[in-house]
């Protein structure tokens, strides 16, 4: 959510803390934060199957230029491509599992997540795909890989493997 709301009335530029609109709009309906609704879905430990969201849970994300934190998902293994280039990679990576059609390849800070949190549940030997293209050649996306913990740019055309994410906000 932004820290401020901004809008126009009457040719007025209006900005409002979201905060002071929050509490505002508790206030009226007699409640407190503490009386929202809570997230009935805890994670499981780092690792481990993350039940109702498809995947294992990797860890926290946190949000880039004021995006908000979010939780990484990584789908299992028997959902994960091999020997595919990045563009297969790419529309291949969509596992609707349990209901989720939110899938795509992680980008170079996810996939480091991955391996510093879940490096186990990959395969050590081989590369794997990001979403990001290379800025200087775009001939060239990103690879990570799970036993050194190496990323480089490398050939689209190559042929490596690729496992899906997906994300759940963190809703303060």
């Given at each position: 959510?932004?820290?401020?709301?901004?809008f126009e009335l009457h040719g007025a530029k209006v900005s409002i803390p979201a905060a002071h609109l929050i509490d505002s709009?508790?206030?009226?309906?007699?409640?407190?934060?503490?009386?929202?609704?809570?997230?009935?879905?805890?994670?499981?430990?780092?690792?481990?199957?993350?039940?109702?969201?498809?995947?294992?849970?990797?860890?926290?994300?946190?949000?880039?230029?004021?995006?908000?934190?979010?939780?990484?998902?990584?789908?299992?293994?028997?959902?994960?491509?091999?020997?595919?280039?990045?563009?297969?990679?790419?529309?291949?990576?969509?596992?609707?599992?349990?209901?989720?059609?939110?899938?795509?390849?992680?980008?170079?800070r996810e996939a480091r997540l991955l391996f510093i949190n879940t490096p186990d549940g990959f395969d050590a030997d081989d590369?794997?795909?990001?979403?990001?293209?290379?800025?200087?050649?775009?001939?060239?996306?990103?690879?990570?890989?799970?036993?050194?913990?190496?990323?480089?740019?490398?050939?689209?055309?190559?042929?490596?493997?690729?496992?899906?994410?997906?994300?759940?906000?963190?809703?303060?």
């Amino acid at each position: 959510m932004p820290d401020v709301l901004e809008f126009e009335l009457h040719g007025a530029k209006v900005s409002i803390p979201a905060a002071h609109l929050i509490d505002s709009w508790l206030s009226k309906a007699k409640l407190t934060r503490n009386a929202l609704p809570q997230p009935q879905c805890q994670p499981p430990r780092i690792g481990a199957v993350w039940p109702d969201q498809g995947g294992i849970y990797a860890g926290i994300m946190r949000g880039e230029n004021g995006a908000p934190d979010y939780h990484l998902i990584h789908a299992i293994a028997a959902h994960e491509l091999t020997n595919v280039n990045w563009k297969d990679a790419c529309a291949g990576s969509s596992v609707p599992d349990e209901g989720h059609a939110d899938w795509s390849l992680p980008d170079r800070r996810e996939a480091r997540l991955l391996f510093i949190n879940t490096p186990d549940g990959f395969d050590a030997d081989d590369w794997y795909w990001t979403s990001p293209q290379d800025a200087a050649d775009d001939s060239y996306a990103w690879v990570q890989h799970f036993l050194s913990g190496d990323q480089f740019g490398t050939l689209k055309s190559n042929e490596y493997r690729a496992r899906a994410v997906r994300r759940v906000l963190i809703i303060e």
